[in-house]
């Protein structure tokens, strides 16, 4: 299992760069893929300098106690940060032996971490050009998707873990980070916060809790006081979040798509339904998104949307008067000369005298249907205009679970 982090620092204090280094850490135990390649981690660098590492060095102490990982070895780790500033040298920036990244793992006898400097991502905006901050709408979107961007991606495979931390930032960006877990995330993935014990939380000299006497000078108030960071105390608080990841349409939880869009999707299954079809163009739109049906498909739908309509709802697939009724429909959007109008009637009435296997002729376009709804909108989304299945006196029952009022049949282009 592969753990991924997700850290921002914290925006306090502008420090000399020699001090800072990118947020980056991804510790793991061997898994069931044993030449995995431990999943990275983004550090979301939110200020003109280079962050400082305490948000880093402290979340990855917590994390050696964290009951969440049973083993911290970081085999094959690669470290991702994400900045903001591209114009400082990233590769001579605390990257060196004495770079309190480097004191962590020392100090702690963990492995070696490839951190390259090929792996820093730079945030652009529109036209390319590297974002020195976020302080415009454009700026915040362009955050807003590269983040959930990220977390979709390294959510696609199935056999690691994401830990997520939103210590330190931009407000906006630990949201962000967040509500893109509560999209893609899965039950193994974890969303924590960071907490230092008093004095050290703002003392600017402070890393991580050394297993060895280290003394750190800061103030309280106006007076100078002098620590030991060995006595420290840092902690994850565990940061419960809603799943929505399976409500999602397919296509957006494996493709690339825009914060809002995403969002929108998921908000969909808490609109009022409205279902518009067209007859002449075949065509189905659900919550403003188009539903390709084949024609069979398509005329299943229509005959169950008229029946509601016209407050009709339950329909018996396996009687003689359901059956004309839809094929009545059939000729009259089909042409009753065409290929496909004959395909329909050939297949209904050859099965007319059984009328469980006339009932089973409906129920793979039923499937179907439910597939290309699902498909588009997602399965919460979805529900909401699924074919319904109810069992009568004497046999089941079908219907479009839709108000009139929340369909349009339109025949005209």
């Not at 605390?94 to 090929?118: E, K, M, N, S, T």
């Not at 319904?388 to 005209?412: H, M, N, W």
Request: proline share 6%; glycine share 6%; with cysteine.
């Amino acid at each position: 299992m592969g753990v991924f982090e997700v850290t921002k620092p914290a925006l306090e204090h502008r420090i000399e760069l020699g001090d800072d280094l990118p947020q980056a850490l991804t510790p793991g135990p061997p898994g069931l893929v044993p030449d995995l390649v431990l999943e990275r981690i983004q550090a979301f660098l939110s200020h003109l300098a280079l962050a400082r590492f305490e948000a880093v060095t402290q979340k990855f102490k917590a994390l050696s106690f964290n009951t969440a990982v049973p083993y911290m070895g970081l085999l094959r780790v690669q470290c991702q940060p994400v900045g903001l500033h591209p114009r400082f040298d990233f590769g001579q920036c605390a990257f060196g032996l004495f770079g309190w990244f480097h004191r962590l793992c020392r100090d702690y006898d963990l492995p070696p971490i490839a951190f390259p400097v090929r792996n820093i991502h730079v945030l652009q905006d529109a036209a390319g050009a590297p974002l020195d901050d976020i302080r415009t709408q454009a700026q915040n979107t362009l955050a807003a998707d590269f983040i959930m961007d990220k977390v979709r991606e390294l959510t696609q495979e199935p056999s690691n873990a994401l830990h997520v931390s939103i210590a330190g930032g931009r407000k906006t960006m630990g949201y962000y980070l967040g509500y893109a877990l509560s999209l893609y995330g899965r039950p193994q993935d974890r969303l924590s916060h960071v907490l230092v014990s008093d004095p050290y939380e703002t003392n600017r000299d402070f890393y991580y809790p050394t297993p060895y006497d280290h003394p750190i000078h800061g103030s309280r108030g106006n007076k100078e006081v002098t620590v030991d960071a060995r006595n420290a105390r840092v902690e994850l608080a565990d940061i419960p979040f809603v799943r929505l990841r399976e409500g999602l349409p397919e296509r957006l939880r494996e493709g690339h798509a825009a914060f809002s869009q995403v969002v929108g999707a998921a908000n969909r299954s808490l609109d009022d339904p409205r279902l518009v079809l067209n007859v002449t163009r075949r065509q189905v739109w659900a919550d403003d998104v188009e539903i390709k049906l084949s024609e069979t498909e398509f005329l299943l739908l229509l005959w169950l949307a008229q029946r509601s309509q016209r407050e009709e709802a339950d329909t018996d697939w396996s009687s003689d008067r359901m059956v004309d009724e839809f094929l009545d429909l059939a000729k009259r959007v089909l042409n009753e000369m065409s290929a496909a109008y004959e395909r329909i009637e050939s297949a209904l009435l050859q099965n007319r005298s059984i009328a469980i296997k006339t009932a089973k002729y409906f129920e793979p376009h039923k499937s179907r249907i439910k597939k290309a709804f699902v498909a588009i909108l997602g399965e919460q989304a979805a529900k909401r205009y699924l074919i319904v299945r109810q069992r009568g006196e004497e046999a089941a029952l079908y219907f479009l679970p839709l108000a009139a009022d929340q369909i349009e049949i339109v025949s005209g282009t």
